[in-house]
């Protein structure tokens, strides 16, 4: 099931695209059904990829419907609307990702912020990024990675 690369014809070494630790996490998260086994794939997903201390997901598949948000530990209401995360949402061209860093001029500024004190500085998080999922133009998903 894996791609390999290298040359056959040459008898260069082939070796998997995919790192196999990521290949199963990645199948969980392909077969999910449902939020509970879509938010396990993902974390899995994330342990496996990259080190984090705090996991993130927001959805809204229907603009009707409320805000579905999942942490792994417990965060304060309102982290994927605040300011300045929901004025660079509004301000961008369906950005696919940010870095928290980059929504502040400095990094003083962002150790200085109510979005810091709220959401980072409780978790003893020093970075993060988000990840946004679209369906044309409306964001459907956000998932926020955040790591000490």
């Known amino acids: 099931m894996q791609r390999l690369k290298g040359n056959p014809k040459t008898g260069s070494k082939r070796e998997a695209v995919i790192d196999p630790s990521l290949e199963k996490t990645l199948l969980s998260l392909h077969a999910a059904m449902n939020l509970g086994s879509f938010w396990k794939a993902i974390q899995q997903l994330l342990a496996a990829a990259m080190p984090n201390r705090v996991i993130g997901l927001m959805l809204q598949p229907n603009p009707i ?3 579905i948000a999942r942490w792994t530990l417990p965060m304060a209401d309102g982290f994927f609307t605040a300011e300045p995360l929901k004025n660079y949402i509004a ?4 950005p696919r990702f940010v870095r ?3 929504l502040f001029s400095n990094r003083s ?3 200085k ?3 810091y004190r709220r959401y980072m500085a409780p978790q003893k998080c020093a970075y993060g990024v988000c990840l946004f999922f679209w369906k044309r133009q409306r ?3 956000v ?3 955040m790591r000490t």
């Open 65 to 67: 419907l409320p805000m």
């Open 91 to 94: 301000a961008q061209q369906r």
């Open 100 to 102: 928290i860093s980059d």
């Open 109 to 111: 500024s962002l150790m």
């Open 113 to 115: 912020s109510a979005f």
């Open 139 to 141: 964001l459907i998903c």
């Open 143 to 145: 998932i926020a990675i």
